[in-house]
């Protein structure tokens, strides 16, 4: 059976929906410092440093396990996901008017080694928000989007947010589904 080395929310229901059986367990990892020492690496380089590392964080003997992580990058700043309401303000004021890049990752383990990994990024034009309207969607939105490095859940009030999206609907939600699907039929996991 695979392992999901998450709980996130949005990555088990991809699964779930693809009728993927799986397992899911947290990953018990200090993300920032396997940021920290990927140094000045660029974003994609980091979301797949931390999508092999969650996935080589969890023991599972024989059966393959599936790490996978996100994150946000506008103008060349990286962003995490918000500590707080008054960071997520901060965030979505920021992101305002401008093209936010969101590189998501997935990686497979088997037996303590790397066995696949993939990364994608999709190209979200942020509409120019307004103090109200920043105001109105974390009414709405908050807690839920505490979870999410963009501040947003696309299958949810996020669309409010954007102007256009460049790029795979999965890779939006946080995971690239379509080339994890082909990796596991691949592996013998899923009928091919």
Known sequence: M???????????A????????????????DERAVEAGLGAAE???IALALAHAKALAIEADANLVLGSDSLVEVDGRRFD???????????LQFFSGRTMHLHSAAALARDGRIVWSHADVARL??????????????????PAVAGSVGVFRIEALGPHLFEYIEGDYF???????LPVLAALREAGELVA
């Open 43 to 45: 974003p994609a380089e």
């Open 14 to 29: 991809m699964l779930a929906a693809a009728g993927v059986a799986f397992e899911a367990r947290p990953a018990l990892l």
């Open 125 to 142: 034009r942020v509409r120019p928000l307004s103090d109200a309207f920043i105001t109105w969607y974390l009414e709405q939105e908050w």
């Open 171 to 177: 890779t939006v939600l946080g995971m690239p589904l």
């Open 2 to 12: 695979l392992i999901l080395a998450s709980q996130s929310a949005s990555r088990k």
């Open 81 to 91: 996901k918000p500590e707080s309401r008054a960071d997520a303000t901060r965030h």
